[in-house]
């Protein structure tokens, strides 16, 4: 991975001198660079956003994935450690001690607090025009990646974080907007001041067209904000873009794919069969997806956690170096379709739901060959339905079923006794106890 081995040492320091958290010490290490020092260089800010890379790709993606996938019955548990058998439970009996809401919580507020000190810095430290640009959308955009999550999972979140441990708190629509402000700030610097040479050799890799990547991000949280119009207009901004080039996630024996680790390579979890659909929902035969993600059968769940059935691991996540896509392109069209079916356009709805059915000739190969949608082109709900089926398939696995589940049924009656085949289990997770402890701000826990 570009860049990684060389500001490894750095980003360590980083991380370890206490950057994240509001930890003091009462002695200074003078062998060692301080964290001032650090950012305030050139330099530092690049091993600051190479680091922010290597932590949120490995560390932090893995929370956006499997927790939510749990809970929405993407993946199913093979192994008896406390934290997953809680998600896979739900209900009550998922507490705020358990580590499998804990773990997202402090990894995305870490990767929030690095994107928070790069942006900081390209703010302070002198810089070329289009140096500072690219290290501010950079920053933006880890920032409302690590925000957007967090706000999918829990009912508020804090927007930025606090050196002191008291951050204040937020609600949904208050976040969602600070994203959308911040993917447009990003837009508005990239446009303004294009990113220097400089910038894109140190900091990015050819797997990553950050443009294109911000756009796609503005997609999806102006469509979780009901900025139905803007939805459309920033997916077409992707769509249209002649760099060919998909965003991904890269990874080498050292960075190794953190869902493959969870999955093929540990006995700990793996896919639900059917993407763990059932009913009107689970996959019509001949849906190439189907074979794209999943495998031979693979035994079954943990009775205690639902018994379900399961499948090999295979898709973005079959090899320890598979790359993972940052943002799949059907997401950009299935945007598009749920935008216009909730503005009642819904022949234009239908057009962009059946691009996805037919599509063979996915860049990612993520195709279905499935013949055009016969369903009720007058009836928005019967395409909305659709739509979230094909959301459930296209977009496995990519931490967002639970956000669609919730926003497509928000009537759905989630019990509050544990729940191992329900749609999903929660609405929110109650806020961590390592939070609630050392954070007075901290909100009341939601019921379910």
Known sequence: MKNIKIYTIISVLLISSGLFTACETDFENLNNPTEDV?????????????????YYSVIALRQVIEAPGITTRELGVTNTFL??????????????????????????????????????GANSVELSGGTRSGLLAYGNLFK????????????????????????????????LASCISLLEEANDVLTSTPMSDEFKSTVLWSEMNLQKTVNAFLSRYYLLAGNYTESINAANAVLNNSDTTNSMWVYD?????????????SADLNPQTNFGLLGAYVPEAGDGRVDFYLGADAGFANLDAGGQALSEMLGFFGTSTSSIPIYLHGEMLLNKAEAYARQTQLSNAVIQLNLVRQKNDDPL?????LPAWTGDETNQNDILEEIYKNRCIELFLTGM????????????????????????????????????ENNPNTPADPSI
């Open 144 to 175: 409302a990646m690590c925000l957007g999550s967090l706000i999918q999972m829990f009912e508020q979140a804090p927007i930025n974080n606090s050196a002191d441990g008291a951050a204040q708190f937020s609600d949904r629509t208050t976040v």
């Open 253 to 265: 024996a050292n960075n190794q794919n953190p869902i493959w680790n969870r999955t093929v390579n």
């Open 365 to 369: 190969s993520v195709n279905a060959n």
């Open 401 to 436: 079923r639970f956000e669609d589940s919730k926003r497509f049924h928000p009537n759905f009656a989630v019990p509050s006794a544990a729940n191992t085949t329900n749609e999903r289990n929660r609405n929110f997770y109650p806020y961590p106890t390592i939070e609630r």
């Open 38 to 54: 650090v950012l305030g260089t050139k330099e530092g800010l690049f091993a600051l956003a190479t680091g922010i890379r290597q």
């Open 83 to 120: 934290n997953i058998n809680e998600l896979a439970k739900g209900g009550a009996e998922l507490p705020g001690e358990s580590g499998g809401i804990t773990n997202p919580w402090v990894n995305l507020m870490r990767a929030k607090g690095m994107a928070e000190s790069l942006i900081d």
